[in-house]
Structure formats: C-alpha cells, structure tokens
C-alpha cells in the first residue's frame, strides 16, 4: 500500500504520524509522496480550534469526491476522531475508519484490514451515482475506546527523514481543566512512559545520529507527576532530564509544552546543572490579567509567571522565551489584554503563538457566550504580533557580531549553498558552508538579524 498522511495540529501529532509511518514501512508498506499516487489517505486531525476541524473534513471531503472502486481508502486519526467519533462519518460518508487518539499505534492495523476487504470484493458502493447497493456506514472501522498502554507504543522512528533533531513523546493526555481547552477531551488523562523506555529510546536516536532531543507532552513537566516519586526534591521530569543528559551523542535537549504550575526550583536549577537544556522555554502564558487566568482556571497569577521568566532569563546570559496567547476569551476587556501587552513586553518573548478564542463544545467556557468580536479579536491579535516581530527583531540583534553554536539541520531554502541551523536559543541561522556540515554543531559569527533569522558565516 502507499499511503499518504496528512497531519494537522501540534508536534506530539506529528510525532504520531511519524510513528506511523515508520510502523507501516516495517509492515512492507510505502509512504506516499503526493496524494495522488496514494491507496490510502489518512488525516491526522486537531480539535483545538474549530477552524482546524473544518479543514480536515474539508480536505477529506475532496479525497472522498474522488474515490473509486473503493479506493483509496480514507482514514481519520488523532483528535478530530476522538472528539467526533461516528459522527464524521456523517460529514464525510465514505470514510473507511476513524481511530481515536489512543488507538494511533493500531492505525497500521486498520489500513491493512480495510484494504483485506478490499481485495476480497467488499466496496461499497456509492448511492449518490445511482449504483444499486447503498454505502454502508458500518463498512467504516470506528474505535475511539479508551486504552491504557497505547501511549508506550508510541516509539518507532522514520529514519528516511532527519533525525538530527528527534521528537520523543514521553506522556499522553492532560489532567489540567483549562476552562478552553479540548485536549483532556481529545487526549484523555495524562499517562507518562517509564522512563528506562525514554531513556533507552533517546540512545538509539543518539546512536543513529541524533543530536538534539525534544521531549514531547502535553504538560511535559508533569511528566510522571502521581506515578513516580520526586527523589531529593527532584521531580521524576526532571530525573529524566538528567539521564538523557548524560547520553553520549546528544549535545542539546528541549522539550514542550511545559505548564507554568509545574515549572519548580528544581527545573529551574536544571538549566544551569544541566548542560544540554538549551536556553529556551516554551511556557504558555495564555492571559496575562490575573482575572481572565482564574477565569481560564489557569492555577497561577501574572506575577507568578513574571517571577519563572525572570529566574530562567537570569540563569543564562541569554534565554530565548516563547508562549502561547488566546486573545478574546470571553468578556476579555481592553484593561484585561493590555494586562497581556505588559507581561508580554516584560517576558520580552522572542517567539508567540497568538490565537483568537474559539470555543469547543464540551469545554466549560464554550458555555459562556463568545462575546468578543471577530474584528476586535483580529486587533488584538495583529497588536501582539507587532509587538512580536518587534521583541523577535530587538532579540535577534542582540546576537549581531557575537559568535553562536549552531547545529546545522539542512540545507536553507533560499541562497545557491546555504546551510539552515539553529542556535541554542533555537533562532534561524543562515550561512555559506558545504553540506557535509549537516548534523554538525558548528561556530557561527552572525553578522545581520532579520525578524525571523540571522545571516552568519562560518568560523
Ligand atoms: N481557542 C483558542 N486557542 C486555544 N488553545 C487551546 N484551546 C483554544 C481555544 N479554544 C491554544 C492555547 C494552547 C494552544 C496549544 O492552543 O493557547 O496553549
Ligand atoms: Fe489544554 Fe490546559 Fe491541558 Fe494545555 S494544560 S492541553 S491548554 S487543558
């Protein structure tokens, strides 16, 4: 089979696809470049917007439009499927199966199962061109069930592509009640990995070539919280880091998405005894009037949050700080968002992911009314990215004439021999070097800053 995945949403989605692929080319199958050499079409889905839903079901609508004899078979995955289960079917009726966010690692399962019936004669047929069977929904594959070890599957890796920087997913789930949010709905509860099976994992990244791991959760620092025990005031995240740390092979160590609440002295002293952790933190500010936080039920105050950005900026000479946003909650006033602008400008956050409120059916704030306009969400928004492009540019500059380690990840997009990497601080770096250089960490003068990268030259 040659199949085609399509993926939306966030890295621990990517990380899935990437499981997947690697599982079915295991299983002898082929992954397809475009989607028009597949036999199969799987879209790895995302809920946490609806705007992101519809474009899935948008996208598989026009896969469906042109399928014939059966083909290609068209699958659904990740957390569009949790959160709708059966129901997609009814929005795109041709849908072969639909495996909910713990069932990712039985995927290659499904696909092999359909294209069985497949081969043995059973398609149905489609009503809409007047053929005399009806399509039968029951054709479809659907389990969106619960699954308690699904989360240790998910370990496989596609070597074809560059593992210079490896994601690995240590938990699933969220047990957090952001009063917004899906992904408790969609994710289920958290389940962290044992860590010997990260560990050993991360060597085997480190022995193929990998020199930088990203720990992947969605409350990564939660990671073992409950199930673990903290040993001397260490948190089990935090043991973690330590172990990986000491792998021979990996230079550099990130990880998202962190949640303020669980960002303790011990992960801040990490930083500075660890010498791998990158100076760099995604930390979710979400709003930064202390009224809109209690209302998001987001435990902590601007303050607080202040106070972590502070400790980790002072742990390094520089600390590059990026967040997440979500203008035009509902009943946000203006004193609330320029609570934000201020926290926003004091962190100096260097890279933003801003969003404009969108409520989830099921989530306890989609029961408030979104009373924020559409225009005056887009204001909000373009006043923080303008503050952005700003806070990114004044950040790279910084760097302007100063010597960084870069790890070079490809080749650059633009420019006849140039060379993309990034500095610890995980900023774009473009130069002239040859390409035996990718995988290799190399010293970098920038010598001019852009919003988005810097320009430099090999020393
Ligand atoms: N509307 C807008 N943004 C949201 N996010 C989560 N839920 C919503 C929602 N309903 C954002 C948060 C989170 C990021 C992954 O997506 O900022 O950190
Ligand atoms: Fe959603 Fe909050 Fe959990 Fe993040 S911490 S996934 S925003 S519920």
Known sequence: MKVYIKTYG??????DSENLAAQLKLRGHEIARTEAEADVFVANTCSVREAAEQKAIGKLLRISHKKKNGFPIIGVMGCMSQNRGSE?????????????SRKTPYVADYIEEIAKRRKAGIIPQDPQKGERKKWKHNDAIINIEDDETSHNLIKLHDFSKSQICANISIMQGCAMKCSYCIVPKTRGIERSRPMEDIVNEAEILANSGAKEIQLLGQVVNAYGRGEMPNVQGKSPFVRLLEKINKINGIERIRFVSPHPSFFKEDLIAAYSSLEKICEYAHLPLQSGSDRVLREMRRPYSAEKFIK?????????????????????????TEEDFLKTCEVFKECGFDMAYIF????RMGTVSAELEDNVSEDEKERRNQILLEMLKKQSLD??????????????ESKAKRGLGNLMGRTRTHRKVIFKAPEELIGKLVSVKIISAGVSAMDGVLE
């Open 308 to 332: 972590i950005a502070k400790a980790l900026k002072a742990s390094k000479e520089i600390f590059s700080l990026s967040t997440d946003i979500i203008v035009g909650y509902p009943n946000e």
């Open 356 to 359: 404009k409120y969108s409520p």
């Open 88 to 100: 997609i079917v009814k929005s795109v009726p041709k849908i072969d199966f639909i495996a909910g």
């Open 395 to 408: 950040f790279n500059e910084r760097l302007v004439n100063t010597s960084q380690e870069v790890l070079v």
């Open 10 to 15: 966030c890295q621990m989605n990517e990380r």
